[in-house]
Each structure stands twice: as structure tokens, then as C-alpha cells.
């Protein structure tokens, strides 16, 4: 008895808090949103966070510390929340709008079984072939498709605001496109760990600390 005693500890020492788990996904929302934010102002986003972000897309597992393998994946996503928890949030304007546009436009999505079952079926298949990385240009054009015809259905659609320059870059659009698909997922598994609006309100200081401790992780979530 004493045995399992003990292996229940260490197992809940172990065991990621809910609170941190999602302070992660929203994390995931905002690298989402704020990576379309720098590729539609500059053509360019932060490599890494970019393939983390497009990776979660087709890892299927509800545990965040199974899609991203660190914090260091989610940095410019964390980096977004502190800047937003600040109340530092004039820079991010376009940034929040895209989030709460996310936040609809997946609540739309849960009521479509058929898109629904597209995704699903699309990401399964994207699974199953390994020709390509994520972040291969035919693989985040597979993702953008995937998202022209399912949530680009959907009414209103998101409005990415930007350089033309960039926006009419077709690679650039294919890459926003994949990340807004990417950002979706993200609401999802928020919202699957019990994420609400009105947390960022109540849960504002302990959410801020929250981001800095990760901030200052620099270990894998299985270490």
C-alpha cells in the first residue's frame, strides 16, 4: 500500500497542473494568430514556433505536453501573453482580433459534423503519407486547402490584415492559412481543458505568472 502511495505522489509531482496546461494551449492560440501577424507585416515568422504551431495540427493527442515538446515551442506564443496580460495591448490589437475571430469561428465549427468530418478525414490521410515535413511548402499548401474548404465556408470569414506585398505572396497566404487552421485546433483543445473568456479577467495575475515561469523553462515538458 505504501508502494502505491508513494507512486501516486510522484505520478501527481509529475502530472502537469490543468491551470498551466492551459495557459499553454491559449499560448498555442496566440503563436497561432500572432505568427499570421508577422507574415502578413513582413512576409517572414519565427521558424520554429511556425513548424511547432503547423505540427499541432496533426498530432491528434489532447495532452498539450504530447503536441508541443517544450515551452520554447510555444515562445513566441508566450512571449504574445505576457505582452497581453501586461495590459500592453495596443501593439496587439490585430493579434486579439484574430483570436476572438478563432474563438467564433470554431464555436461555428462544432456545430458542422460534415466539416468535421472532413478535417478529420483530410488529417489522417496528411498522416499517413511522410513525403514532406510540416513545414514543407506542399504540406502547408495541403493545410491551406484544407482550410479554404472547410472553415473558409464559414461565415464571416477572418480578415488578415496586412501588406499586400506579402498577402498576395502565395506561399505567404498558404502559410497564414495553415496557421489560422493550426489556431483553430489551438481553441479546441483550450476549450477541451476547460479555457474561458473570462479567465484572462479573473485568472489575469496567476496566468501572467504562469507564462513567465514557462518562459524561464528551457526543459522539455517530459523532463
Known amino acids: 500500500m505504501v508502494i502505491f502511495a508513494l507512486a501516486a505522489l510522484l505520478l ?5 497542473s490543468n491551470h498551466k496546461q492551459r495557459t499553454l494551449a491559449l499560448a498555442s492560440i496566440l503563436q497561432s494568430t500572432a505568427l499570421v501577424h508577422q507574415l502578413a507585416s513582413t512576409g517572414q515568422c519565427n521558424p520554429q514556433s511556425n513548424k511547432a504551431s503547423l505540427s499541432s495540427i496533426v498530432n491528434q493527442s489532447s495532452q498539450i505536453e504530447e503536441i508541443f515538446e517544450s515551452p520554447q515551442d510555444l515562445k513566441v506564443g508566450l512571449d504574445s501573453l505576457k505582452i497581453i496580460l501586461d495590459s500592453k495591448t495596443k501593439s496587439m ?23 468535421l ?23 502547408i499548401a495541403r493545410l491551406a486547402e484544407l482550410y479554404k474548404n ?15 506585398l506579402y498577402l498576395s505572396n502565395q506561399h505567404t497566404a498558404n502559410n497564414i492559412r495553415a496557421l489560422l487552421l493550426a489556431g483553430i485546433r489551438a481553441v479546441s483543445l483550450w476549450k477541451s481543458l476547460g479555457g474561458k473568456t473570462w479567465h484572462l479577467v479573473l485568472n489575469k495575475k496567476k496566468t501572467l505568472q504562469e507564462a513567465r515561469d514557462l518562459c524561464a523553462n528551457h526543459l522539455k515538458f517530459a523532463e
Open 12 to 16: 501527481n509531482q509529475n502530472t502537469m
Open 117 to 139: 468530418a472532413k478535417i478529420s478525414s483530410e488529417i489522417e490521410y496528411i498522416n499517413k503519407q511522410e513525403f514532406f515535413e510540416i513545414n514543407h511548402s506542399n504540406s
Open 150 to 164: 472547410t472553415l473558409g465556408s464559414l461565415n464571416p470569414t477572418i480578415m488578415v490584415k496586412g501588406e499586400q
Open 93 to 115: 490589437q490585430n493579434i486579439m482580433l484574430y483570436v476572438i475571430s478563432l474563438i467564433n469561428l470554431e464555436k461555428k465549427l462544432m456545430k458542422q459534423s460534415q466539416l
